[in-house]
């Protein structure tokens, strides 16, 4: 029996969407993106002039206690929206926030410049797209305007695509001349890497690990243009606050398991030759989704570490394009070129390589939401690899009274340790162990999301770990964060490790890059005029 993961063309051609079915009759929005057939882009004006056409100004809230308790209450114009239902490949769900004021996204192709001007070459609903052609792939969206605090003694987190009083645009949403982004574009995908060594958002590539770390993923950011950087809190912690106003939980894990616990190692079972197939155990492969990519190296030592080049050295990061039964065992074919293999030699899995989770209508994951096998998109946004993601703004620094958290607010000032033009943030208590800290909440500090208590765990409160070491430190660290392979129920959108320097890569660890890292943080004071 044969188990097909669809071709690369598949990336292509996409599904249908509303506006080809409008487009088909002759009858176009009014307004919609108008393509500058000079220039080879969408203007920015009439994209802002659709999103404006499309916004309804409502204020959408959920409002939590600051303990364990993991359900939130929504409010204000979100009080009467159903929970999404997360899709999968073969079954689409139901989000009735789809189109819906500040949580309307749409992918679009494009890079912004050395002076901060976004050029919007290729939109999903509008043409001249592609996941796969080498162009970043973001997700676009309205600025929100954002709100966080107490308001009858629940802390509130809201937003709405319009200003009002008291509420702010979203951080990084101000550029550093102190005028407003016409939008926000957040990476779609993990970062791979292009030919000349510039950190991509792309479907179809091969994630980049072994070698991303804090430092490398910033300088290699640097090639793209003076606005890009690593990955940044901002980005991040969008995704959370996605999760809870949607969801109306803590804890992403309730919904969406993404990739935490797909840890096998397996020996070939069948030599094979000239054929990018190997074979293994059907015991093991039937756990493996097809789409999902795998190792094999010349070493037949069990449970040799995967950042060993004898784990690796026969193929690296293939996904599975196609699973054939064979009685007790199972023919794998790889998308790599043709290997031959051992009886003996190791296969193990991987993080998964960027767009497993492009064709999915809205959330969900490509197969299980709740497999822990598999990543899956939220907002158009797809996370959870199984691989960590670094942070490219912020490091955390031992001090006498804990580990403290600094962001930087201007990325081109990003450094390989903590410098003047860092600020703290926040800090974690010293604690007499190493291991988890699990906050029951999180609330917004100086432009992050922070935690907040210690009375969570794995099922209570925001139900991700903080692992860092116990007892006085003064060392520098990466923050990485969402989980690998194996982190099962501490893992997930809030979940953070500090262990390495900011130079540690290895083979779990990626990143993503941002073209907002030069924006402003603390969005604290209305836009400038533009």
């Known amino acids: 029996m044969d188990h097909i993961f669809p071709a690369n063309d598949t990336f292509e051609k996409g599904f249908g969407t509303v506006a080809d079915a409008i487009l088909s009759l002759n009858v176009a929005p009014a307004p919609y993106p108008e393509w500058d057939a000079a220039k080879g882009e969408f203007t920015v004006k009439s994209i802002l002039r659709w999103l404006s056409s499309e916004s309804d100004g409502k204020i959408y809230a959920v409002d939590q206690t600051l303990d364990a308790v993991q359900t939130l209450t929504k409010s204000l114009a979100n009080a009467d929206i159903a929970n999404p239902v997360p899709s999968t490949l073969l079954k689409p769900g139901t989000d009735p926030y789809a ?138 912690d969008y995704l959370y606050e996605m999760n809870l106003l949607k969801y109306a939980h803590k804890s992403s894990q309730a919904n969406f398991a993404g990739c935490s616990n797909h840890t096998e190692q397996t020996p070939v079972t069948v030599a094979g030759t000239g054929a ?90 490509p197969y299980d939401n709740k497999s822990g096998r598999e990543p899956f998109t939220i907002q158009g946004i797809e996370v959870m690899l199984g691989a960590w993601e670094i942070l490219g703004d912020q490091l955390v620094k031992g001090e006498d009274d804990g580990y403290g958290y600094y962001l930087v607010e201007d990325t081109s000032k990003s450094a390989t340790s903590v410098t003047s033009d860092y600020t703290k943030i926040f800090t974690l208590p010293i604690k007499a162990a190493d291991g988890e800290m699990y906050p029951s909440a999180m609330v917004k500090v100086k432009g992050s999301l922070v935690p907040y208590g210690t009375g969570g765990s794995t099922g209570a409160g925001v139900g991700d770990g903080i692992w860092y070491y116990g007892g006085k430190k003064t060392d520098t660290y990466e923050v990485l964060v969402f989980g690998s392979l194996w982190y099962g129920s501490s893992a997930g959108l809030r979940r953070v490790f500090l262990s390495y320097w900011p130079g540690g890569a290895w083979w779990l660890d990626a990143s993503r890059v941002s073209p907002n890292g030069r924006n402003r943080v603390n969005a604290d004071v209305p836009p400038l005029a533009a």
């Open 276 to 365: 990018p197939t190997v074979t293994i155990a059907k015991t093991v492969a039937d756990k493996w989704p097809i789409g999902s990519a795998v190792m094999v190296g010349t070493t037949k030592v069990a449970g040799r570490d995967r950042g060993n080049a004898d784990a690796f050295d026969i193929a690296d990061q293939a996904n599975i394009v196609k699973k054939t039964v064979d009685g007790d065992n199972v023919v794998l074919t790889l998308d790599c070129g043709n290997i031959s293999t051992e009886v003996g030699q190791l296969v193990s899995t991987a993080p998964w390589n960027p767009g497993a989770t492009v064709g999915i209508v809205g959330d969900g994951s």
């Open 99 to 236: 189109g819906v004021g500040p949580f309307r996204y749409e992918h679009v192709n494009g890079y912004k410049d050395n002076a901060g001007a976004w050029h919007i070459t290729g939109m999903r609903s509008f043409g001249n797209f592609s996941y796969t052609d080498g162009r970043d792939v973001f997700a676009l969206a309205p600025v929100r305007y954002v709100f966080h605090g107490i308001v009858d003694g629940k802390y509130r987190v809201a937003c709405s695509d319009r200003p009002h009083v008291g509420y702010v645009p979203e951080d990084r949403s101000l550029r550093i001349d102190g005028t407003l982004e016409p939008f926000m574009c957040r990476a779609a995908f993990g970062a791979s890497k292009d030919s000349a060594g510039k950190p991509c958002s792309v479907a179809g590539a091969k994630l980049w690990t072994r070698s991303c770390s804090h430092n490398s993923m910033n300088e290699a950011a640097k090639k793209k243009g003076s606005e890009y950087s690593g990955y940044t809190a901002a980005d991040y």
